[in-house]
C-alpha cells in the first residue's frame, strides 16, 4: 500500500509495485487544474489484485499499469476525453492509452465535467474487463464507433450516441439520468447502432429517442424518474 501526494504533479521514472493494499496517487490536491500525472516509458505501475486510485487534472499514460480495480478521477472537473478526440482542458486518455491499463476489475473513469468517448476499438479495450464511465456532465460518443468487453455509462446529464458503441463478452448500461431528476435523455442518432449481441443491454432515462438499431439478447429500459 502506498499514498503519493502533490499539488503539481506526480511523475513515475522507475516501476512501481504495491504488494498489498491500496495504491493511491494524487497529482493535484490542491484541485486546481495543473497537477498531472505521468508515468514514463517503462515506468510500470504494478497493483495486482489490489486497487490503483488516481487523481490528477491530466494522464500522460506510457508504460503498463495493471490492477484489480482502477479508479481514475479528473481533479478540476475539466472533463475527460476518451480516445482520438481530446476535451481542451480535461484529462484525456487516448485509446493506446487505455490499452496500457490491465484491470481483472472494473476500471473508472469519473469526472464533475463531460466525457467525450471517440475511437476505442476492440484492441484498445481488451485488457479491461468492465470500464465505467461517470459525468456529472454529458457524456458523447462521436466520430468514430467504440468498442468494449462491458461498458457502464453513467450521467447526471445525458447520453448520446452519434456513432455505434458495441460490447463483445458484458453487458452494457447507459444511465443517463443518474441523479433521477428527470433531465437525462439518452439518445442514438441516426446511423449510431447498440449492439450487445450475446449480451444485456440496460438503458434508465428520463426519455429515450431511438434513430438506430439497437441489438441484444436482453434489453431492459427503465423510465429514471
Known amino acids: 500500500a502506498g499514498t503519493l501526494n ?11 509495485t504495491a504488494t498489498a493494499g491500496t495504491l493511491t496517487i494524487d497529482a493535484d490536491v490542491d484541485n486546481n487544474g495543473t497537477g498531472s500525472f505521468t508515468n514514463a516509458a517503462g515506468a510500470t505501475v ?20 495493471n490492477a484489480t480495480t482502477v479508479n481514475i478521477t479528473d481533479s478540476d ?10 476535451v481542451a482542458g480535461g484529462l484525456n486518455i487516448s485509446g493506446a492509452e487505455l490499452q496500457l491499463i490491465t484491470s481483472t476489475g472494473t476500471t473508472e473513469l469519473a469526472t ?3 466525457i467525450t468517448v471517440d475511437q476505442i476499438t476492440a484492441a484498445n479495450s481488451n485488457n479491461v474487463t468492465s470500464l465505467t464511465l461517470d459525468a456529472t456532465g454529458a457524456i458523447n ?9 462491458a461498458l457502464t455509462a453513467e450521467s447526471d446529464a445525458g447520453i448520446t450516441l452519434n456513432v455505434g458503441v458495441s460490447v463483445d463478452s458484458g453487458t452494457l448500461t447507459f444511465d443517463a439520468d443518474t441523479d433521477n431528476n428527470g433531465t437525462g435523455t439518452f439518445t442514438n442518432a441516426a446511423g449510431a447502432t447498440v449492439v450487445a449481441t450475446g449480451q444485456t443491454l440496460n438503458i434508465t432515462a428520463a426519455d429515450v429517442v431511438i434513430g438506430a438499431a439497437m441489438n441484444a439478447t436482453t434489453v431492459n429500459i427503465s423510465d429514471s424518474d
Open 6 to 16: 502533490a499539488n503539481n504533479g506526480v511523475t513515475i521514472n522507475n516501476a512501481v
Open 112 to 114: 464533475a465535467g463531460v
Open 77 to 86: 472537473g475539466g472533463g475527460i476525453g476518451l480516445g482520438a478526440t481530446a
Open 46 to 65: 504494478v497493483a495486482t489484485g489490489q486497487t490503483l486510485n488516481i487523481t490528477a487534472a491530466d494522464v500522460v499514460i506510457g508504460a503498463a499499469m
Open 141 to 149: 460518443f462521436s466520430n468514430n464507433a467504440s468498442t468494449f468487453n
